[in-house]
């Protein structure tokens, strides 16, 4: 009996009717263990379906999850390229695709239980079909026990795309009421108050009391579960010690080899402990696992854990993943190490770079290797923890893998781990030693006897390439074009591609930040041209582009870049750049005075695991939002400066040098650090550095102090000549209105500081402000413009925080129905703010408000 689901039912049905007409999404169905999702999924199916095609997969709970585990149970369902792809594939994209072409070429329901337990591929091919759901006839169901997942879950990010996505909700199954609880004991001899009390109102908990046919009602859940385990036999404990070791579920053709008889099988299916799915035999419900695990007899696991290895080989195909769970249980040190070796290729070929790294350490831990073997798996490893932003890890690993190879005086390898140790220790912000190695990676094959062989020159131009492209972080352009040189010539001699991409990228990169105007359409094509499975080194060149669009202001672009690679790197998996992008579009939000978005990107990249090299923008742009707004940036700017000073890097420490500056301004509390902004303005290069230099150096003028302004760029020329309106025009042009606002303050006209104002209001830069009027009237001005009311600062028409709410989801066409759904508000004040809004913008249709809007500045 389904209690109190009649809400969530209809919600998920509303969105299945939306699915089987063409506008296909997603629900996640959430709630804690025992909450009934399995149980009100299969009810939705029985009152919903009629043709559609039904693929229900799960996720086992192993140690380390099997990678895409749902989808190979499936496998049967798909067709033959997607079930070779799943066999065979080595890019998780290209198994993605598959999937959903096959998915979307007919009424479909994809059905993945137990998400909690999933790997990371499988959260990244739910986030793939959710992407592309909308035009097709296609309906995710994803069921997850939300109270299992941290703050740093897998899961999280995909949670982040359904509250996102209009075409996605989450339903969470809430406990049972009182109510619900008298219903269900009916006339059975239990106090419904104790037992909703006791319970908590849990589905299962309160089912299985209710279902104990006992004159005492148990004190324990689990007393009620292993009640019904009164008088199984010896074949049918088997088989419940057995389910205990399974992953999940135990397949039908393990059966037989397993020893499992019919009786047995039939004797717990009457006990209500096991049910049939599509994967196999099964607990009843985890919470029954639980219960039968609490008195399996000691020692007994080993071998239970081989029997089934034994019955897994002899299948023709045995998945790695499960055989290392078992050789686990079983304490097999030599099956773990090959086992758990082979599950992490298979996992870093799928994308699960998360369950890689875990499966690569599992087959370290366990066995003692030969030299050879250990130094790839370390090496390997090294390459999992950098993807997934554990670059300590990826550090201490990829080292430990050099001095194996230098044992082996296996030179070649040597420079690579060498080049991988810079590119690690260059994001995890430690420049110096990132040159050290890139040094070493050519210091220890150049001169070689065999540095004319393909493999040795070939590693040595990547090492060019390497140095190269760090000459260019630091804008030594000159000397990034002479290393280039030499890696060019080399990439043309040994043929490798790879490494001809990669001069072609890092000339790129010289070129735009020279100015050149046609190298960034180049770039782009390079980027274009490339393979659809997107590796570190085009994935690099989307990073470093548009962290370049935003420093040199080619904001419009930046925008649309990132709109291009940000879902790039998530579906090729790639998180380090991920990080680093989001960094980069929390600077151009913070620029277009966006602030607000600005923050919510930051806060992404703080408040989780990232790379130091992703972490500068968010860092700074914490602070100076902090500063601004209140005049306190509670020590961020000193957390940025250390940061960027780590790197050395001029595009870096300009920046933040400029937010010191402006803290002084604004504050006047004293700096130590001013003389070294000031030297900075002269002592790096001019050229790729014009709009970090001038932003410094005006904010070195507003302190009085003297600088030049020869080669920095055009609306800083103005801004120093004293032309501020045509300054505050050209930053109006980039659509940057702080460096707007500021540059009308600085001309001292009262007429110019009033529109200065009514930016910094809008804005919400409260503390600056409220300096601009403070000097204004200690010069004398008169009706000093006070500060607006808060609900009306953000846009020039007066419309409240609300309004603007409303309007940007007018922008995305919804009806007044939707609108008031969406916002959890009546209709019959959402149809107050709708005309509201037309009153306020002066004009009668909802289109003519959303053009007014934009015309105006408040939206985008």
Not at 142 to 164: F, K, S, Y
Not at 448 to 464: K, L
Request: with cysteine.
């Amino acid at each position: 009996m389904l209690s109190e689901r009649e809400y969530e039912l209809g919600e998920l049905e509303t969105r299945a009717a939306a699915a089987r007409a063409g506008h296909g999404g997603a629900v996640l169905v959430c709630g804690e263990s025992g909450a009934g999702k399995t149980t009100f999924v299969e009810t939705f199916l029985e009152r919903w379906r009629e043709d559609e095609r039904v693929l229900w997969g799960a996720c086992d709970p192993l140690s380390t999850p099997r990678p895409l585990g749902p989808l190979h149970d499936l496998a049967g369902r798909f067709d033959d390229t997607t079930r070779t792809l799943l066999r065979n594939g080595d890019q998780s994209y290209d198994i993605f695709a598959a999937v959903f072409d096959n998915l979307r070429t007919a009424p479909s329901v994809l059905i993945v239980d137990d998400l909690h337990w999933a790997d990371q591929g499988t959260i990244d091919l739910f986030r793939f079909l959710l992407r592309r759901v909308s035009h097709t006839r296609l309906l995710l169901i994803g069921i997850a026990r939300d109270d299992e997942v941290g703050v740093n879950h897998p899961l999280r990010g995909l949670l982040g795309d359904i509250a996102r996505s209009p075409h996605a909700r989450t339903l969470t199954l809430p406990p049972l009421s009182l109510a619900a609880v008298t219903t269900l004991a009916g006339d059975r001899p239990v106090d419904p108050r104790w037992l909703h009390r006791v319970t908590g109102g849990n589905a299962f908990f309160v089912s299985e009391m209710l279902d104990h046919r006992t004159d005492a009602l148990p004190t324990t859940v689990r007393d009620a579960i292993l009640a019904r385990t009164a008088g199984l036999d010896a074949a049918a404990w088997d088989l419940l010690h057995l389910l205990t070791c399974a992953p999940g579920a135990i397949a039908d053709h393990l059966l037989t080899d397993l020893g499992v008889t019919l009786p047995a099988l039939r004797a717990l299916d009457d006990a209500k402990l096991i049910k049939r799915n599509d994967r196999g035999v099964a607990f009843r419900h985890d919470l029954c696992r639980l219960a039968v695990t609490s008195v399996i007899p000691p020692g007994a696991e080993p071998s239970l854990h081989r029997r089934f290895i034994e019955a897994h080989y002899a299948t023709a195909r045995p998945d790695p993943a499960v055989i290392s769970h078992h050789a686990v249980g079983a304490g097999d040190r030599d099956l773990i190490t090959t086992a758990a070796a082979e599950a992490g290729r298979v996992s870093a070929r799928s994308g699960a770079h998360t369950q890689a790294t875990e499966f690569f350490r599992l087959a370290l831990e366990h066995h003692t290797l030969p030299p050879a073997a250990e130094a790839d798996l370390l090496e390997r490893l090294a390459a999992e923890y950098y993807l997934t932003d554990r670059l300590d890890d990826a550090i201490i690993a990829c080292s430990n893998a050099m001095r194996l190879r230098e044992t082996m005086r296996a030179d070649v390898a040597v420079s690579a781990d060498h080049h991988a140790l810079a590119v690690y220790q260059w994001y995890n912000s430690n420049r110096s030693a990132a040159d050290d190695h890139v040094a070493a990676a050519i210091g220890v094959l150049e001169g070689g006897a065999a540095d004319d062989e393909p493999a040795t020159s070939t590693q040595i131009g990547h090492a060019f390439a390497l140095r190269a492209f760090l000459a260019v972080q630091s804008t030594q352009l000159d000397a990034a074009t002479r290393l280039l040189a030499r890696a060019r010539e080399i990439a043309c001699a040994a043929a490798d591609p790879l490494l001809r991409v990669r001069v072609e990228l890092i000339e790129g990169f010289c070129a735009v930040l020279a100015g050149q105007p046609v190298a960034r359409d180049r770039l782009l094509g390079i980027l274009a041209a490339g393979p659809k499975h997107i590796d570190e080194i085009y994935s690099s060149g989307y990073t470093n582009l548009s962290y370049f669009d935003v420093e040199q202001r080619r904001l419009g672009a930046a925008a649309e870049l990132l709109d291009l690679c940000l879902p790039l790197m998530v579906e090729h998996d790639l998180p380090v750049c991920h990080v680093v992008q989001l960094g980069s579009r929390s600077r151009l939000k913070l620029l277009i005075g966006d602030w607000q978005g600005a923050l919510a990107d930051a806060d992404s990249v703080l408040d989780s695991p990232s790379a130091p090299l992703a972490r500068v923008w968010p860092l700074l742009i914490r602070a100076v939002v902090a500063l601004r707004r209140g005049g306190n940036d509670a020590g961020g700017i000193d957390l940025a400066w250390q940061l960027a000073c780590r790197f050395g890097e001029p595009v870096r420490t300009l920046p933040v040098a400029a937010a010191i500056v402006e803290k002084y301004w604004l504050t006047g509390i004293a700096d130590e650090r001013l003389d070294q902004c000031l030297a900075l303005v002269d002592s790096v290069p001019a050229l790729g550095l014009e709009w970090a230099r001038g932003e410094l150096a005006i904010w070195l003028g507003r302190i009085g102090a003297q600088v030049s302004t020869d080669s920095v760029a055009e609306p800083y020329r103005l801004l120093s000549a004293g032309q501020y309106e045509a300054a505050a025009a050209a930053f109006d042009e980039l659509d940057t209105p702080y460096d707007a606002a500021l540059a009308l303050a600085d001309s001292g006209d009262t007429a110019l500081a009033r529109r200065a104002l009514d930016i910094l209001d809008r804005l919400g830069a409260d503390a600056v402000a409220a300096k601009v009027r403070y000097d204004l009237r200690a010069n004398g001005a008169r009706d000093v413009p006070a500060p607006r009311r808060a609900t009306t600062l953000a846009n020039p028409m007066g419309l409240t925080v609300r309004q603007i709410e409303v309007l940007r989801l007018l922008e995305d066409g919804l009806t007044n129905a939707e609108l008031a759904e969406r916002l959890y508000l009546s209709v019959k004040t959402v149809d107050h703010h709708v005309s509201a809004i037309l009153t306020k913008l002066q004009v009668t249709k909802r289109r003519d408000a959303v053009r007014r809007a934009k015309e105006a500045g408040i939206l985008r």
